[in-house]
């Protein structure tokens, strides 16, 4: 676990398990190796509660690439799945929302590509389903294990397993 790369994915708007699987799929094809997927939990909106609720999940993957170019295979999969971030509203509803969650042995303070996510361990939506697959993960900059992240996780918000 400590050698993938983790993407956090989500989304609240139209077929969103159907757009999940629909990403996975896209993810394997710059994956050296099967990928690792988390089952996909139900969470509360986070930033602006006024919207529908969310589904997420976690997958790991070998990339085949470095890590700026990941992130824009990342944002052109966004677009294919119907995300525009010119006109969304910050933390809005969306189709599919790609984040790029830790990868080992990199940080990055640039502003394009910050690694590990600035808020990875603020999300109960994102750790929830990484305890899953990873609990024993320590991210590549950060000092504690998934499992311990989870457990001092400060985010309120409920979380629940779906699929």
């Known amino acids: 676990m400590d050698t993938l790369v983790w ?13 999940l699987a629909g990403a996975r799929a896209a993810l394997a094809a710059w994956s050296d190796g099967p990928l690792e997927a988390s089952p996909i939990y139900a969470s509360a909106p986070w930033g602006d509660g006024d919207q529908p609720i969310f589904f997420n999940q976690v997958v790991g993957l070998a990339p085949t690439v470095a890590p700026s170019a990941l992130l824009a295979a990342l944002q052109a999969m966004e677009a294919r799945f119907g ?9 809005g509803p969306r189709t599919l929302d790609l984040d790029l969650l830790c990868w080992p042995g990199v940080r990055s303070a640039d502003p394009t590509l910050i690694l590990p996510h600035p808020r990875m361990a603020q999300r109960r939506f994102v750790l929830a389903p990484l305890f899953e697959v990873a609990p024993g993960l320590v991210p590549f900059g950060l000092d504690a294990t998934v499992a311990a992240l989870l457990a001092d ?7 629940r397993r779906c699929w």
């Open 7 to 19: 993407v956090g994915l989500g989304g609240n708007r139209g077929d969103v398990r159907a757009t």
């Open 153 to 159: 996780c400060p985010d309120g918000g409920w979380v």
């Open 83 to 91: 995300r525009d971030r010119a006109t969304e509203r910050r933390w």
